[in-house]
């Protein structure tokens, strides 16, 4: 579904500007600019936003990829460092007796 959008700044009124609104893949409301006139810039901005969508998700799937593995590197650095503590527990226990 299109519609208009007009601002208002210092009384003046700036407009009308084309929007669209749409549900993405997750079913999310979102909406894209599409121009002061929407018969002419339509298919380039439909097909400008295709691009910038295809990007996003290639990052997320990058960003998801990245944060797993930072998590499991803090995992293993985390059971590396309680083991270190209960070896130096353990071999104090053995120096004092």
């Known amino acids: 579904m ?3 959008r007009f601002f208002y700044r210092n009384g003046k009124r700036f407009g009308p500007y084309y929007y669209e609104s ?3 893949k997750s079913g999310k409301i979102k909406k894209r600019y599409i121009g002061m006139n ?3 810039n339509i298919k380039e901005n439909l097909a400008s936003n295709k691009q910038i969508e295809e990007n996003i998700d290639k ?3 990058n960003e998801v990829t ?9 995992i293993i650095l ?3 460092l309680f083991l270190t503590d209960i070896l130096s527990f ?3 226990l053995v120096l004092e007796s």
Do not use: E, V, W
């Not at 990245?66 to 803090?74: C, E």
């Open 78 to 80: 985390i059971i590396l």
């Open 59 to 61: 990052k997320d799937l």
């Open 2 to 4: 299109a519609y208009k």
């Open 66 to 74: 990245s944060n797993d593995s930072n998590l499991r590197t803090l």
């Open 90 to 92: 353990y071999f104090l």
């Open 38 to 40: 929407p018969d002419k």
């Open 22 to 24: 749409y549900r993405d």
